[in-house]
Nanobody, 119 residues
């Protein structure tokens, strides 16, 4: 069984920065693709970014391109999301997730961390 635990959320003013972390336990996720998703109140969960097992391949949703950076440290079983130039519309619960690199379905999910950006 794999547990994913996010941290680093909080309240920040527009234009500010936050760095989220996602620590995995239960097994190493070196061969897993990992991703960040978010869900704002009243909206469906949406994809934010993902990173390949090696860290060499990343993909971002258009709203966060050039502002967010995803990274991972497999030695620490940890993934990160550096969020800069935050906007009120980035307010959401952010979730980390993991899937086998050969699969399209994310099978492991964290409990989420709240990010609130004030205007």
């Amino acid at each position: 069984q794999v547990q994913l635990v996010e941290s680093g959320g909080g309240l920040v003013q527009a234009g500010g920065s936050l760095k989220l972390s996602c620590v995995a336990s239960g097994r190493t996720l070196g061969s897993y693709t990992m991703g960040w998703f978010r869900q704002a109140p009243g909206k469906e969960r949406e994809f934010v970014a993902r990173i390949s097992w090696s860290g060499g391949n990343t993909l971002y949703a258009d709203p966060v391109k050039e502002r967010f950076t995803i990274s991972r440290d497999n030695a620490k079983n940890t993934m990160y999301l550096q969020m800069n130039t935050l906007k009120p519309e980035d307010t959401a619960v952010y979730y980390c997730a993991a899937r086998r690199s050969s699969s399209r379905d994310y099978v492991y999910w964290g409990q989420g961390t709240q990010v609130t950006v004030s205007s």
